[in-house]
């Protein structure tokens, strides 16, 4: 019985250690998207230093006779708020503009707060609540989730579930971490 508990605890701190992984925020990655149109993407992401990161999103979405090219582009400030029961969570405040351009223009800006979460070495979720001046104004809760392939390949997918007439959003695609 001793010597069960001894291995458990043994697992228990090797699955412990191991879930201790760092977020990557440094990527790159394409695939595709299903919005107000689907087609393909391309993002990337880019930790300046202990604080700031800057990223970036094109779609080019298509709906029967309708094409539009989608940008946003903004920064996340990383609050260094530590969640006592999950110290490796990263808590962060978003801000950007969104822009649309093609078939219809229109500009504008978003922000909210988010969350990044590794659960395993080889699984990191995330969440992110924000509102949107473009459109309709619209909140959306999105949540994803990266499954590394390798340290540097990873597959990711996420849901953003939108307020008002604004179309649910779907993403499935592939990252290079750098």
Same mark, same amino acid.
């Given at each position: 019985?001793?010597? %069960?508990?001894f ?14 992984? /760092?977020i990557?925020? #440094? ?6 998207t ?14 300046? #230093? ?8 094109y779609?080019?979405? +298509? ?13 996340n ?7 006592d029961f ?18 219809? #223009? ?26 949107? +001046? ?5 909140? +959306? ?8 392939? +390798?340290? #540097?390949?990873?597959?990711?997918s /996420?849901?953003?579930? /939108?307020?008002?007439?604004?179309? /649910? ?5 592939? %990252?290079?971490?750098?």
């Open positions: 019985m001793k010597k %069960s508990l291995l458990a605890g043994i697992i228990t701190a090797v699955f412990a250690a191991g879930a201790q992984a /760092n990557k925020w #440094d990527y790159v990655g394409a695939g595709y299903d919005a107000a149109g689907d087609g393909p993407y391309i993002e990337g992401s880019y930790r300046l #230093d202990g604080r700031w990161v800057v990223g970036g999103t779609s080019r979405l +298509s709906s029967g006779p309708f094409d539009v090219n989608v940008v946003q582009a903004g920064v400030y990383l609050t260094g708020f530590k969640l999950s110290p490796t969570t990263q808590t962060y405040i978003l801000v950007g503009i969104d822009n649309v351009s093609g078939d219809a #223009d229109e500009t504008g800006g978003y922000g909210g707060v988010g969350v990044r979460h590794p659960l395993t070495p080889q699984v990191e979720l995330y969440s992110e609540a924000t509102y949107h +001046s473009i459109g309709d104004d619209h909140g +959306s809760f999105t949540g994803g989730i990266a499954f590394f392939l +390798s340290p #540097d390949w990873a597959i990711r /996420n849901i953003a579930l /939108n307020s008002g007439d604004t179309k /649910n959003e779907f993403r499935f695609g592939v %990252s290079y971490q750098f």
